[in-house]
């Protein structure tokens, strides 16, 4: 099931159904982790799509490198997340429905896959420098011929993501809009 | 991960699509920005490029040294244009994704847009818009889009209260019809029960009148059975005090006749007491004669030894006698007091003889009188077995007297209750008759009122079936 078919299933649900569903309710490390996803995207994506436009110059190659930068910083808070939430699911701390928690490890899975593509695209193309002498370690092979594809798809899944960012909103509001009991069930 | 009075109404919704459009299309702009200056950029540095080649190829070999410089120069000049044109060409393809992709996630944020708020807003109006025309049975999905926050919520919830408050009004008013409808048939039915009541209490009153009569007839009649019997309760008030003035008296015998049978139970009794006595006073003169009998019998005894003894003595005088005549002279005088002794023996032969034959007549008198005396003994105990039937047929006779006694008197108290009972009957029929009168009365009035009624009933009667037509 794709996870536009999953948030489908899920908004064309009756209310009764999303509260039965979704019960429990946000945990202050949630909302943190949440927030702080949020402006890691935005600032990535801007970053991303800015450098990509600038393409040569200072300001691109100063941009290039906060964006390899908060894209390591979002593949570790990514890990870090995910750990979390396989915690809660163990303990029981956390229940959702089926389609949800498609679409969030959908999520989670692109927020893995996107940093690896563009650490795997720059280590192939050579730029792995960050600010000063510090570079990323080598996750492919230098010189290898596949820069260009990794990056390529490295911004399609990009921009993937953010579709799924949007479903996500999308199934957000839904269960803000049902009744109170089920608000701040899903994240 | 908003706050909890966040509800996703129309206007935070409309903020949250704007803010994510107005992301995408600020890139798409700085994009579009950034890349106008670049063209610009480069269009200037392409236009001193091509300025400069121009000029150099203006010059023709003017200000060169040489033909080698002059290639050279020339040479560079196209690769500051062809680097300027790569770098167009790589700028323009880094301008054509970003474009395409954020006009691709533009478009796919609009049509969700588009499909969210066409399910969350205009398809929930649609059916609500059906719902109010009455083309739909949606009191569940009313329900269901009541559950909402936003202002769809708002606006279910609103229909549906209005259709509660639609229903309950339709509901008040089929139950005040229905209780109309009710109260009608109530109405008829208590005017068919009116009539049919009126025409019985016609009919009672007319029955009522002709009780009346009788009842009255009946009371006349029984005042004067009441009267004929106070005159003979009285009769049998003084029969009874009578009869219980003779039975006190037969009690009064009955207790003296008890009393004398006691007085000749007791003296029975008594004599029976003295028979014991006599017969044991008999018991001791039997054995006082047996006793006499048995010292005649050792005195016979006596006798017989003493005759012995004389026989003895006798012997022994005669053995003296013929010693003392053997002796001679000698024994003369032995002779003599033998003889003597022998006279003795004689004498108490003689004296014992007599003694036997007193005895005898002593033996035969005390078996006499040991005979009589057994007859007397068996005299006196027939006359204490009589005098104890005699005692015990008086007690029976005493017990017989004091039940007669007793019942005699319970008679006597039912006599008194009787005639009580006789006296309160004389004044229960003073009462029935003072009752019998009352009733007399009151009938003669029952009869007017009976009247009355029926003409009251008639009245009503007519009321009521000009009112019914």
């Known amino acids: 099931m794709t996870p536009a078919a999953s948030a489908h299933e899920a908004m064309d649900a009756p209310p009764s159904a999303v509260r039965r569903l979704t019960v429990g309710a946000y945990r202050t490390p949630a909302k943190v982790f949440h927030w702080i996803a949020v402006g890691l995207v935005v600032f990535m994506v801007s970053s991303g799509v800015i450098a990509k436009q600038l393409g040569e110059g200072a300001a691109a190659d100063f941009l290039f490198s906060l964006h390899k930068l908060s894209g390591v910083v979002t593949l570790a808070f990514i890990l870090i997340w995910i750990g979390y939430r396989l915690i809660c699911s163990l303990l029981g701390l956390r229940r959702r429905s089926i389609s ?88 | 991960m908003f706050h909890k009075s966040f509800t996703a109404r129309v206007g935070e919704r409309l903020a949250i699509w704007g803010a994510m459009l107005g992301f995408v299309l600020l890139l798409y702009a700085m994009t579009e920005i950034i890349r106008s200056r670049q063209m610009a950029e480069l269009a200037a540095e392409r236009q001193r490029a091509t300025a400069a080649a121009m000029a150099h190829v203006a010059a023709n070999g003017a200000g060169f040294a040489n033909d080698a410089e002059r290639i050279a120069t020339g040479k560079r000049l196209i690769a500051d244009i062809e680097t300027i044109n790569r770098r167009q060409a790589s700028l323009s393809s880094n301008y054509r994704q970003n474009r395409l992709l954020l006009l691709l996630l533009s478009a796919f944020v609009i049509v969700q847009i588009f499909i969210l708020e066409y399910r969350w807003l205009i398809k929930p109006i649609v059916r609500m818009a059906e719902v109010l025309r009455g083309g739909a049975q949606s009191s569940r999905t009313l329900q269901a889009y009541a559950l909402r926050r936003d202002e769809i919520g708002i606006f279910a919830q609103a229909l549906t209260s209005h259709y509660a408050l639609m229903r309950k009004q339709q509901s008040a008013a089929e139950a005040e019809q229905a209780a109309l409808s009710e109260r009608l048939r109530q109405q008829e039915e208590l005017r068919r029960e009116s009539l049919a009541f009126q025409a019985r209490i016609g009919e009672i009153v007319r029955r009522l009148e002709g009780h009346s009569s009788r009842m009255s007839e009946a009371s006349q009649h029984l005042f004067s059975i009441a009267s004929d019997a106070e005159s003979r309760a009285g009769v049998s008030v003084q029969s009874t005090e009578r009869v219980s003035g003779h039975v006190d008296a037969v009690v009064s015998s009955i207790r003296d006749i008890a009393a004398a049978l006691t007085a000749v139970a007791e003296d029975a009794e008594r004599t029976a007491s003295v028979a014991t006595a006599a017969r044991s006073s008999v018991q001791a003169a039997e054995d006082d004669a047996k006793a006499m009998s048995e010292g005649a019998r050792t005195i016979e005894q006596v006798v017989a030894l003493i005759e012995d003894v004389a026989e003895q003595t006798n012997l022994l005088a005669l053995n003296a006698t013929i010693e003392a005549a053997r002796a001679g002279e000698a024994g003369r005088g032995f002779s003599v007091v033998a003889h003597e002794v022998k006279q003795l023996a004689t004498r108490t032969s003689q004296a014992t003889e007599d003694v036997r034959g007193r005895l005898q007549g002593i033996i035969a008198a005390s078996g006499r009188i040991v005979d009589r005396v057994a007859a007397l003994a068996q005299a006196i105990e027939h006359v204490a077995d009589v005098v104890s039937a005699i005692a015990r047929s008086m007690r029976m006779q005493d017990a017989n007297s004091q039940a007669i006694t007793s019942n005699t008197t319970k008679t006597a108290m039912s006599v008194h209750e009787v005639a009580a009972t006789v006296k309160d009957v004389a004044g229960m029929i003073g009462r029935a008759k003072q009752a019998a009168d009352t009733v007399t009365k009151v009938s003669t009035d029952l009869h007017q009122q009976a009247a009355d009624l029926r003409a009251a009933v008639e009245r009503f009667m007519e009321t009521t079936e000009r009112i019914a037509v």
Do not use: C, K
């Open chain 1, 100 to 187: 949800r928690a498609a679409l969030h490890w959908t999520l989670y899975g692109a927020f893995v896959l996107v940093p690896l593509l563009g650490w795997a695209g720059i280590s192939d193309f050579g730029a792995r420098e960050l600010f000063g002498s510090f570079s990323l370690p080598p996750i492919w092979p230098q010189g290898a011929g596949y820069d260009a594809l990794l990056l390529q798809w490295h911004a399609y899944f990009a921009f993937g993501l953010l579709a799924l960012v949007a479903l996500h909103i999308g199934v957000a509001l839904q269960d803000y809009m049902a009744d109170e009991n089920s608000v701040g069930s899903e994240d």
